[in-house]
C-alpha cells in the first residue's frame, strides 16, 4: 500500500461495506466498491460521501487528498487491486463465493480479507483454491472513528498475507490487535452474547432499553450501551452472528432472544433504516 496508486476493493455496500470505504477514502486510499445489488448501487454514493461529511465533522479525517471512489457491478474489476476486503452478508456460502470470485479475478499475491464478525476464518478458508490468502480483519462501525481492529489469523493464512494486511492497516492508520482464530473470535463472542442478554432484560420487561443503556454507560463505563450498539450494527446482522455462535458453539446464551427475532421480523433494524431499539429520525433507508 505504499504506492500512492495502490487502491483496495471492497466487496458490499451494506453498512460495513460503506464504512470501510469512507475510512479508506478518508486516508486518501482509493477505493473499487463492487455490489450487484442495483439499489444498494444506486444509492452508495450518497451515503459515503455523507460519511465522509460526518467524519470530516467530528474530526476523524486527515489532511490528505480525498482517494478516489470507483463503484462497480463486477468483480473482475478487482483484477488491479492491493487486497480486497470481502463486507458482505454474514452467510458462508455467500462470503465463500464472493472471496472465490475476488481470488479468480487478482493475482496470486493478492490478499484476500474477510470482514466476518463470527465465522472463523479457516471455515471460510478451507473452502476456498487459496487458502493461505484468506485473512480476518474485524472492522467496528463507524471504522473511521474506532482506530483498532481484530485480524485473525487462520490456520492457513500465509505470511504474505499477513505481511499484506499489515500495510494495508498501516496505509489505513489503523492499530491491529492479532487474536485466535473461532466462532466470534475476542470481541463478537463477548459482545454479541452480552447484548443478547441486554434484549432480553428488556423482553422480561425489566427495563427499557433506555435503562439498560443508561445503567451499562454511568455503572460499568459502555461508551454507548448495548442496545445502541446494537441498534448501530443492525439487529438483522447481529441475529444472523447470534445464529453462527449458537451454530458452532452449542451456547444457549448465544440464541437469539424473542425479542431479537421480533424486530428483525418487523422491520427494525436499527439505525440503517430508522427504528430499533430506538427511533432515528431523518435516517434514509
Same mark, same amino acid.
Given at each position: 500500500?505504499? *504506492?500512492?496508486?495502490?487502491?483496495?476493493?471492497?466487496?458490499?455496500?451494506?453498512?460495513?461495506?460503506?464504512?470501510?470505504?469512507?475510512?479508506?477514502?478518508?486516508?486518501?486510499?482509493?477505493?473499487?466498491?463492487?455490489?450487484?445489488?442495483?439499489?444498494?448501487?444506486?444509492?452508495?454514493?450518497?451515503?459515503?460521501?455523507?460519511?465522509?461529511? %460526518?467524519?470530516?465533522? %467530528?474530526?476523524?479525517?486527515?489532511?490528505?487528498? $480525498?482517494?478516489?471512489?470507483?463503484? !462497480? +457491478?463486477?468483480?473482475?474489476?478487482?483484477?488491479?487491486?492491493?487486497?480486497?476486503?470481502?463486507?458482505?452478508?454474514?452467510?458462508?456460502?455467500?462470503?465463500?463465493?464472493?472471496?472465490?470470485?475476488?481470488?479468480?479475478?487478482?493475482?496470486?499475491?493478492?490478499?484476500?480479507?474477510?470482514?466476518?464478525? !463470527? /465465522?472463523?476464518?479457516?471455515? @471460510? =478458508? !478451507? &473452502?476456498?483454491?487459496?487458502?493461505?490468502?484468506?485473512?480476518?480483519?474485524?472492522?467496528?462501525?463507524?471504522?473511521?472513528?474506532?482506530?483498532?481492529?481484530?485480524?485473525?489469523?487462520?490456520?492457513?493464512?500465509?505470511?504474505?498475507?499477513?505481511?499484506?494486511?499489515?500495510?494495508? @492497516?498501516?496505509?489505513? *492508520?489503523?492499530? #491491529?490487535?492479532?487474536?485466535?482464530?473461532?466462532? #466470534?473470535?475476542?470481541?463478537?463472542?463477548?459482545?454479541?452474547?452480552? /447484548?443478547?442478554?441486554?434484549?432480553?432484560?428488556? &423482553?422480561?420487561?425489566?427495563?427499557? =432499553?433506555?435503562?439498560?443503556?443508561?445503567?451499562? $454507560?454511568?455503572? @460499568?463505563?459502555?461508551?454507548?450501551?448495548?442496545?445502541?450498539?446494537?441498534?448501530? /450494527?443492525?439487529?438483522?446482522?447481529?441475529?444472523?452472528?447470534?445464529?453462527?455462535?449458537?451454530?458452532?458453539?452449542? +451456547?444457549?446464551?448465544?440464541?437469539?432472544?424473542?425479542?431479537?427475532? &421480533?424486530?428483525?421480523?418487523?422491520?427494525?433494524? #436499527?439505525?440503517?433504516? #430508522?427504528?430499533?431499539?430506538?427511533?432515528?429520525?431523518?435516517?434514509?433507508?
Amino acid at each position: 500500500m505504499e *504506492d500512492p496508486a495502490a487502491r483496495l476493493a471492497v466487496l458490499g455496500a451494506g453498512v460495513m461495506g460503506v464504512s470501510i470505504t469512507t475510512l479508506a477514502l478518508g486516508q486518501g486510499v482509493p477505493v473499487l466498491l463492487v455490489e450487484t445489488d442495483p439499489q444498494k448501487r444506486a444509492g452508495a454514493r450518497a451515503r459515503i460521501e455523507r460519511e465522509l461529511r %460526518m467524519a470530516h465533522l %467530528m474530526g476523524a479525517r486527515p489532511d490528505v487528498p $480525498q482517494g478516489q471512489l470507483v463503484i !462497480s +457491478d463486477s468483480l473482475g474489476d478487482c483484477r488491479d487491486v492491493d487486497a480486497v476486503i470481502e463486507a458482505v452478508t454474514e452467510d458462508a456460502g455467500l462470503k465463500v463465493k464472493a472471496l472465490t470470485e475476488a481470488g479468480a479475478a487478482t493475482s496470486p499475491g493478492t490478499a484476500l480479507v474477510t470482514n466476518t464478525s !463470527s /465465522i472463523p476464518v479457516d471455515e @471460510l =478458508a !478451507s &473452502q476456498l483454491p487459496d487458502p493461505e490468502r484468506l485473512v480476518g480483519v474485524h472492522f467496528m462501525n463507524p471504522s473511521y472513528l474506532i482506530r483498532t481492529v481484530e485480524v485473525i489469523r487462520g490456520a492457513r493464512t500465509g505470511e504474505q498475507t499477513v505481511a499484506a494486511v499489515r500495510r494495508v @492497516l498501516a496505509a489505513l *492508520d489503523r492499530r #491491529g490487535v492479532f487474536v485466535g482464530d473461532g466462532p #466470534g473470535f475476542v470481541t463478537s463472542r463477548v459482545l454479541h452474547r452480552m /447484548i443478547n442478554d441486554a434484549a432480553r432484560v428488556v &423482553q422480561e420487561g425489566r427495563a427499557t =432499553a433506555e435503562d439498560v443503556d443508561t445503567l451499562m $454507560q454511568d455503572c @460499568l463505563g459502555h461508551r454507548t450501551g448495548p442496545l445502541r450498539t446494537a441498534d448501530l /450494527i443492525g439487529l438483522d446482522n447481529l441475529v444472523d452472528s447470534l445464529w453462527v455462535l449458537h451454530q458452532r458453539t452449542g +451456547d444457549e446464551g448465544c440464541r437469539p432472544c424473542d425479542l431479537l427475532l &421480533q424486530k428483525v421480523r418487523d422491520g427494525e433494524h #436499527g439505525r440503517k433504516n #430508522g427504528r430499533g431499539f430506538y427511533t432515528y429520525p431523518g435516517t434514509v433507508t
